[in-house]
Each structure stands twice: as structure tokens, then as C-alpha cells.
């Protein structure tokens, strides 16, 4: 290895300014063994360059040549594999990996050894050295080593070192003093040595003379430590004296940590003893109020109201660990427990007779009313005659319950108390109010309906002035719905359904003298052509509206009086609703917490609202049924007020989700727009029914059939009414089944037809549809429009040819044998050979109709179209102008025929365009 060593030197390094410090054989690893060196060298020349080279042996001779060069800065890691085995593979790491195998495992540790070297002298420990044995990873060279990988060159060039310029400007000035020292450098060495031997001979006399000064020197130290020694003996005896102090020092200092000890539980005591007498100590005054305070004055109600929130401070105060077991907390918590029982029985019972005495109030103010129809009440203390029902007979209006909210809601903050502290009395209380409001409205609700409905049949009878023709009937209507009703409001809810549903009954009956039960597209043509048709659905428009209008208000105010006085805004832990369970009332007409076995039954509920919503149903539970009622009647008197209930019922709705769509008003309302949009479903398909069963006379003309003008009136009153209406895509999907109802019973109708022409029925009609739509201007029913205009000039069309047959029938068959026979092969030209169509049979046939004789037959189809035609469509110059035209357009025909198949006959028609245009306005003008 050193003959290689010397030669890679000497023929591949020394040529480049390099020396080789470092060299291994290897091979590359995994593949088949070529063997090469990797050589660790440095430049001669400064900066110093540390480089890598692979090294190979030249396939052509025994010379070397270098193949690859790393610098040594690009090497990241040196990865030896195993540092406790000897193993001969290592990897560098340069811009890639290569592994390598040496030829031995001594040889790879040199070379490791020698790379870690340079890395520290050179590179600063920049390359890192993994699975390394630290043996070889020495922190640095010894100096006097020179057998190392590195050589002895390599120390030696390490320990020269330049001249400072000190250094050189001493040099100078003495070379300058032995001007000879370049040319005699003996001489100069011996005056060098001679001023070298004068020097030494100076140091040692000078250590001679100080001699002296060392002995003195340590003569003084030996006296400080004497000094030293005494010192320490003195400060022995002083600890031993202070020893005794020490201990009663510490006494004094434990007796004081024990004082203070002492004040500190003596501050903490107070300290708690003030928290307890702060937290839960309840005034005189407040004691005072919880039992006696007076709850019908606002001062006693705001006095009980400040005790209650003391007194739910107290008692919710966080007592530390301990305090329980004190007798005087104990008794405190005791006392405070009576006191909360005490105020909650006081407070349920006083609550409890407000809420009887409220209603009694208002129900003995209602059955105190001596006549249905009287204008005005008894005077009462403390009400509002202004809200009673019988005042607004009239007007229509429910009455306002704001007086007693504003009343109940001074106790909002005692309801709340109650609800933190006693849950099962607050639960009582909420279904006492909840079952007395709900008897209260009931009575109300249906009082208010009935007069509803009996307004709403009015709308049947005084409209129509119907009192006078049938006097006894409406009589006898009138005065047994007073009676009913005047009876329902001196008896029980059972009576009142009775009296509703006699009224019901008596209203139909009433309606149906009027018209048949209910309206249709058949008979509505006659309906809605009188304005007090118009004038009655109106009046039931407005009616409805001041019905769902009085409704709404009442149950906002009722829902939001209940959300604000059961303090229901906030969410709280699952509670019972409180109608879920049946109430029983004791001696003392306090509500009994005790639940019936039903109340396993019970639904939890996560949420106020749900809470919320369950006492609105059950206050309001008779709104949905007698909406539904009123609904029914209203259905009931004419089918066609759907619509305006539809209409309002969606406003309605949509007002209601706006405020709230969780709110009692809205689920009701929606429930109920159900069954609007259910009959108003029914009405579209009972109309259609209708159409469908229509019977039309043999024995006289069709015209436009009643159905066809009945659409027309409904379409008129739709856009009246649903005009910027949030259910326009109801009305559109009705337009689309009505029309196509039309349609098809136009052309049923049209083929069943034995007195008027199929043509005649189709034309009229689609041309009375067609102009209803282009004037209502319906988006969803442009496709339609368009194809009654099509149908329309298509069956006009179509009658014009066949009514023209009749006054040119023998020359129309003439003719039309002509273009027979053309279309069978024969030639125009050789047409007039034929035996039945020659020049004398065209001149026989156009004899038989000269001028009088094509007019008298025009005149006859003037009248006979007239017959066909109705007046009501104002068809007959229309249709008469289209014959006209589609005539001269047969004259023209019949000459283009005679000049190709007769040429140069000479024949021509009996009158000219000009006679046809005189006859057909002499004809118009005589009729």
C-alpha cells in the first residue's frame, strides 16, 4: 500500500500541487468487484482545498488516472455501518450516496480517521460521522505524532507560522545594527551568543539579589498564619457563648409563629363567621313580608318581591365544607325552608284566587248580557265595557284581555321565584291558569264565531233582498239563530256546539234558496254577472279578514303574556309540561302537588317553547275546530270564497312565521291553511266535475257553452283577488287543470252536437277563451291562449270551405271531378276529352249558376250561418268576411282550371269578382 501510496503521489497529485494524506481500496458495494482507490488529498497552495478522488487503474497499461473528484465540503456524513464490529462497508454521503467496501476494516478506519481529521481542522466539524467507533474520533492530533496517516510533512506545515510585524521590525533593526550579519553570518552569530551569555549572566545575579526578599517574604507569612490560628480560636469561643443564645432565639421564634398562627385562625374565623351573618342573615322586614306581606297592593307586591330574591340569595348561598354542620347554619336553613314553604303556599293560593276571581268576573259579566243583540252592557267596577263581546255585536271584535295581563304581570318575578324554588306549585299554577283561560276563550271564541257565521249568512240574504220573497224561511232563520245563541251563552259548551251546528244547518238551507248550494262555472255566468254577487263575496272577504285579524292580535298577546309570566324565555333543565297532568284542588283551593298516577305518562320537554306551545293549544283549543267550522260554512254558502280564504289564510300565515314560526299562531294558522288549500282543491275539482256532466239541448243552438263563460268569470275574480298574493303558484296550477278541463269538454260538447256544426261550437268557443286570455293577460296560460287562437282559425277556417259547398255545389263537384282525374295521370290539356267533364257539360254546368242565382244562393248561407252563429260572440261579419275570401279564392281556382284544362275554349264563369263583391256587401247590408 505505501508503493501506491508513493506512486499516486508521484504521478497523479505532485503534477497537480497536491499531497495525499489518506488512502483505501475499495469497491462498489452490490455490484461485481472493480477495485479502486480513494484517495484524501490537499492543495499545496493557500486557501488549502480538501479533496476526495476516486483513483482506477487504466484498462491499457499499469498507470493510474483520476476518474472522480469531491470536495471534501460537499460531504454531509460518513456512515461506518457498525462501530462496535469490525465491517469493511461505509457510505459517503455526497449529492448522493455511494457505498463502498475496502479492502479491510483497518484500512476503512484509517481512512475514516484521516477524513475526520481534515473535517476538524478544515471544514470545523461540518461533517457528521455516524456509527463511528469513538476510538477514532480523536478531538485532536498530538504533536509530537508523526507516524499518523497525515505525515509528518503535513505537522510540519502546521507548526510554521509568519512573522508578526513586530517581530520583522526587531529583526530589521538588529541586522541593521550588524550591517555584516548577511555577509559574515559567523561573526554575527558569535555577537549574538557573546550578548545571549551577558543576558543569562544578568537574570541570575538579579535572582541572587532577591534572595533576601523571599526570606522576608516568608517570614511574613509564617506570622499571618499565626495571626490566623488566634483569630480562629477566639471565634470558636464566641460561638460557644453565642450557642446558648441561638436556643433562645429559636424559643422565642416558635412561640411567635404560634401567636401567628393564632391571629391567622382568628382572622379566618371572622371571616367566615361575617360571610355566614352577611350571606344569610334575612331582615326583620323581609321575614315580615314573606309571612304577611300584602299581595294585592303593588308597595306589599314589590316589598314580597325584594324578600323572595333575599330569600332565594340565602338560600342558594355556597356554603364552604363544614358549614352544614353548624347549628346556627342549620338553623337558619331551617328557618329559611319554612319561610320559602310558607310565601309559596301564600303566593300559590293568592294566585289561585286571582286567577277564579278573574274569570268569575268575566264569565258572570258575559252571562249577565239579558239579550244577544243588545248594544250595550252592564257596568261593571274595574272593567272595560270597551272589550266587551256584546258591545261589538256589529263590529265584530273579541274582547281584550289586557287588563288582566297588566294585572298578573306585577307577580312575573314571584312566578319566577316560584319556578326556582317550588317547580311543583309553579306547575300547578300554570295548568290553573292554562284550564281556567281556556274555559274563558272557549266561551269567547265560539260566541265570536257565531256571530261570524251569522254575518256571513247575511251575506246570502240581505244582499240579495231575499227577506221579501221568502219572509217566513229567513224569518224563522234569524229568530232560531238567536235563540241558539242566546242559549249558548246561559249554558254549557255542549249547548254550544248544538246552537253551531243548527246554524249550520239553517245557513245552508238559506244559501241554498239562493243557489244551489254552492257555485259552479256552469251557473256562475248568472251569478257573477250581478253586482250583488260581487258585493256579497266582498262582504264575506272583509268578514274573514276581520275574523283572522281579531284572532291574530289575541293570540300574540296571550302567548307573549304567558311567555313573560311563567318566565319561559330562557332554557332550563327537562320539566314537565304543565298540561300534561290532571290538577286536583284542595280544601283550601290551593292546587295539590300530589301527581295522578297518569303522570308517568307525561312527555319531557328540553325547551320553554315546547312548554310555550303546549299551554297555547291547550288555552286556544277550540280556535282550530271553529276556524275549521267557519271554514266549512263559508265553503258551505259558495264554493268560490276558497279563494278569498286562501288568499287571507296565506297572509296570514306568512305574517305569523315572520314574527315567529314556532309560535302557537303559526302552527294553528297553518293547520287551518290545510284545509283551505283543500277546498279550494275540491272547488277546482267539482268545477271540473261539473264540466264534465254538462248536458247540452238537441233542439237548440250551443253557443258558447256555460262553462266556457263560467271560466272566463272565474279567471276575472282569481286575479281580482290573488293579485301580489303569496299563493299565485296554487291559482296557476288550478288555471292549468280548469283550462285543460275546458279543452276537452269544448270538443266533447262539439262532437255531441246535433243542431249546431262541430266547426261552429269549436270556433265560437276557442275564440271567446282565446280572447279572455289575451285580455286577463295570464303568464301560466300562454301556451293555451296560443292554442285557442289556433283552434279558433282552424275550425273557421274549416266552416268557411264546407258552408261554401252549398251555394256552387254542382260546379264544386265538377271541379272537383276535374282534379280527380288530373290526379289519376290524365293531362290537363286532355281533360275535355273526357266523355263526363268535355267543354259542353263546363258550359251546361255554368249556366245553371248566373249572377241571381249565385246571389240568392249567398244569401241563403248568410242566413243559415246566421242561424248557426250566436250573438253573444259577435261572429258573423267575421265569419262572412272569411267566406268572401276564401270565395274569390274558389273563383280564382275554378278559372286557373278552366284555362289549362279547356285552353282556348273561350269559357268563362256567369259573374265576374267584382258581381261576387257586390253581392257579398248588398247581402251584409240587408241584414
Not at 530589521?172 to 550578548?195: G, K
Not at 283572522?548 to 292580535?553: A, F, G, I, K, Q
Not at 240568392?856 to 272569411?882: A, F, I, P, R, T
Request: with cysteine; glycine share 4%; charged share 25%.
Amino acid at each position: 500500500m505505501t508503493a501506491i501510496k508513493h506512486a499516486l503521489q508521484r504521478d497523479i497529485f505532485t503534477p497537480n500541487d497536491e499531497r495525499l494524506l489518506g488512502i483505501v481500496n475499495v469497491c462498489k458495494a452490490g455490484k461485481k468487484k472493480k477495485n479502486c482507490f480513494l484517495c484524501a488529498t490537499v492543495t499545496t497552495e493557500r486557501p488549502v482545498q480538501v479533496k476526495v478522488v476516486k483513483v482506477k487503474k487504466s484498462d491499457k497499461g499499469d498507470f493510474y488516472k483520476r476518474q472522480l473528484t469531491w470536495e471534501l465540503r460537499d460531504l454531509t456524513e460518513v456512515d461506518a455501518k457498525d462501530a462496535s464490529k469490525e465491517n469493511p462497508e461505509f457510505d459517503l454521503h455526497f449529492e448522493k450516496v455511494y457505498r463502498w467496501v475496502a479492502s479491510s476494516a483497518a484500512e476503512k478506519n484509517s481512512f475514516i480517521s484521516c477524513i475526520w481529521k481534515l473535517n476538524q481542522r478544515y471544514l470545523r466539524k461540518k461533517v457528521e460521522f455516524v456509527n463511528v467507533s469513538s476510538q477514532l474520533l480523536e478531538e485532536s492530533v498530538p504533536s509530537g505524532e508523526s507516524q499518523n496517516v497525515a505525515g509528518g510533512d503535513e505537522d510540519a506545515l502546521d507548526d510554521y507560522q509568519e512573522l508578526s510585524a513586530r517581530e520583522e521590525q526587531d529583526i530589521e533593526s538588529m541586522m541593521e545594527m550588524c550591517n555584516y550579519a548577511i555577509s559574515n553570518a559567523e561573526a554575527f552569530t558569535e555577537q549574538l551568543s557573546r550578548e545571549l551569555q551577558v543576558l543569562d549572566g544578568a537574570n541570575i545575579q538579579s535572582i541572587m539579589a532577591s534572595e533576601k526578599q523571599v526570606n522576608i517574604l516568608m517570614k511574613l507569612l509564617d506570622e499571618a498564619l499565626g495571626e490566623v490560628d488566634t483569630i480562629e480560636g477566639k471565634l470558636s469561643s464566641y460561638e460557644e457563648m453565642l450557642q446558648s443564645v441561638k436556643e433562645q432565639m429559636d424559643q422565642i421564634s416558635q412561640s411567635n409563629r404560634l401567636i401567628q398562627i393564632s391571629n391567622t385562625n382568628n382572622g379566618k374565623l371572622l371571616d367566615e363567621i361575617q360571610f355566614l351573618v352577611h350571606n344569610m342573615d334575612l331582615s326583620k322586614g323581609h321575614i315580615r313580608a314573606l309571612q304577611d306581606g300584602d299581595l294585592s297592593s303593588p308597595k306589599g307586591i314589590e316589598a314580597c318581591i325584594n324578600a323572595a330574591e333575599a330569600l332565594l340569595q340565602c338560600m342558594n348561598v355556597a356554603l364552604l365544607p363544614g358549614h352544614d354542620k353548624l347549628m346556627a347554619v342549620k338553623q337558619q336553613q331551617h328557618l329559611f325552608t319554612e319561610l320559602r314553604d310558607t310565601f309559596a303556599r301564600r303566593l300559590t293560593n293568592h294566585l289561585n284566587n286571582v286567577f277564579v276571581h278573574q274569570f268569575n268576573h268575566f264569565s258572570h259579566f258575559k252571562m249577565t248580557i239579558p239579550h244577544f243583540y243588545r248594544s250595550s252592557c252592564l257596568s261593571l267596577p274595574g272593567y272595560d265595557q270597551s272589550s266587551t263581546l256584546s258591545q261589538h255585536t256589529v263590529e265584530l271584535t273579541l274582547p281584550k284581555h289586557s287588563p288582566l295581563h297588566r294585572d298578573l304581570l306585577r307577580y312575573a318575578k314571584l312566578m319566577e321565584w316560584l319556578k326556582n324554588t317550588q317547580r311543583e306549585k309553579y306547575e300547578g299554577l300554570s295548568r290553573t291558569y292554562v284550564d281556567y283561560m281556556s274555559r274563558l276563550y272557549e266561551r269567547e271564541i265560539k260566541d265570536f264565531f257565531e256571530i261570524a257565521k251569522i254575518k256571513m249568512a247575511g251575506t246570502s240574504k240581505e244582499a240579495k233582498g231575499k227577506f221579501a220573497t221568502l219572509p217566513r224561511k229567513e224569518s224563522a232563520l234569524k229568530q232560531e239563530t238567536e235563540i241558539h245563541l242566546h242559549s249558548g251563552l246561559h249554558g254549557s259548551s255542549g249547548k254550544l256546539t248544538g246552537s253551531t251546528s243548527s246554524l249550520n244547518k239553517l245557513t245552508v238551507q238559506g244559501a241554498n234558496s239562493r243557489r244551489s248550494q254552492s257555485s259552479s262555472l256552469l251557473d256562475m255566468g248568472n251569478m257573477s254577472a250581478s253586482d250583488l254577487d260581487v258585493a256579497d263575496r266582498t262582504k264575506f272577504d272583509k268578514i274573514f279578514e276581520q275574523v283572522l285579524s281579531e284572532l291574530e292580535p289575541l293570540c300574540l298577546a296571550e302567548q307573549d303574556f304567558v311567555t313573560k309570566f311563567f318566565k319561559l324565555q330562557q332554557q332550563h333543565p327537562t320539566i314537565s309540561p304543565p298540561l300534561a297532568q290532571p290538577e286536583a284542588e284542595e280544601s283550601d283551593g290551593s292546587t295539590s302537588s300530589k301527581m295522578p298516577p297518569q303522570a308517568e305518562h307525561r312527555h319531557s320537554l328540553s325547551s320553554d317553547k315546547d312548554v310555550v306551545r303546549l299551554m297555547m293549544n291547550k288555552i286556544f283549543q277550540s280556535i282550530e275546530t271553529e276556524l275549521n267550522s267557519l271554514i266549512a260554512l263559508g265553503d258551505k254558502i259558495d264554493s268560490f270564497h276558497s279563494l278569498y280564504m286562501l288568499v287571507k289564510m296565506s297572509h296570514h300565515v306568512w305574517t305569523a312565521e315572520n314574527v315567529d314560526p314556532a309560535s302557537y299562531l303559526s302552527t294553528t294558522l297553518g293547520n287551518v291553511l290545510v284545509t283551505v288549500k283543500r277546498n279550494f282543491d275540491k272547488c277546482i275539482s267539482g268545477q271540473i266535475r261539473q264540466m264534465e256532466e254538462v248536458k247540452i239541448s238537441k233542439k237548440s243552438k250551443v253557443g258558447i257553452l256555460p262553462f266556457v263563460t263560467g271560466f272566463e268569470e272565474f279567471a276575472e275574480l282569481a286575479e281580482t283577488i290573488f293579485r301580489n298574493a303569496e299563493r299565485r303558484g296554487d291559482l296557476d296550477k288550478a288555471y292549468v287543470k280548469l283550462i285543460r278541463a275546458v279543452f276537452m269538454n269544448v270538443e266533447k260538447v262539439a262532437n255531441e252536437s246535433q243542431k249546431t256544426p262541430r266547426d261552429v261550437v269549436m270556433m265560437e268557443n276557442f275564440h271567446h277563451i282565446f280572447s279572455t286570455l289575451s285580455r286577463l293577460k295570464i303568464s301560466c296560460l300562454d301556451a293555451e291562449r296560443r292554442d285557442a287562437k289556433y283552434k279558433y282559425t282552424d275550425h273557421l277556417q274549416s266552416y268557411v270551405i264546407n258552408s261554401l259547398g252549398q251555394p256552387l255545389e254542382k260546379l264544386n263537384h265538377f271541379f272537383e271531378g276535374v282534379e280527380a282525374r288530373v290526379a289519376q295521370g290524365v293531362r290537363e290539356e286532355e281533360v275535355s276529352y273526357q266523355l263526363a267533364f268535355n267543354k259542353q257539360e263546363l258550359r251546361k254546368v255554368i249556366k245553371e249558376y248566373p249572377g241571381k242565382e249565385v246571389k240568392k244562393g249567398l244569401d241563403n248561407l248568410y242566413k243559415k250561418v246566421d242561424k248557426h252563429l250566436c250573438e253573444e260572440e259577435s261572429l258573423l261579419q267575421v265569419v262572412w268576411h272569411s267566406t268572401q275570401d276564401e270565395f274569390i279564392r274558389q273563383y280564382k281556382h275554378f278559372e286557373d282550371l278552366i284555362g289549362r284544362c279547356y285552353p282556348g275554349s273561350g269559357i268563362t264563369m256567369e259573374f265576374t269578382i267584382q258581381d261576387m263583391l257586390e253581392y257579398f256587401s248588398s247581402i251584409a247590408q240587408s241584414h
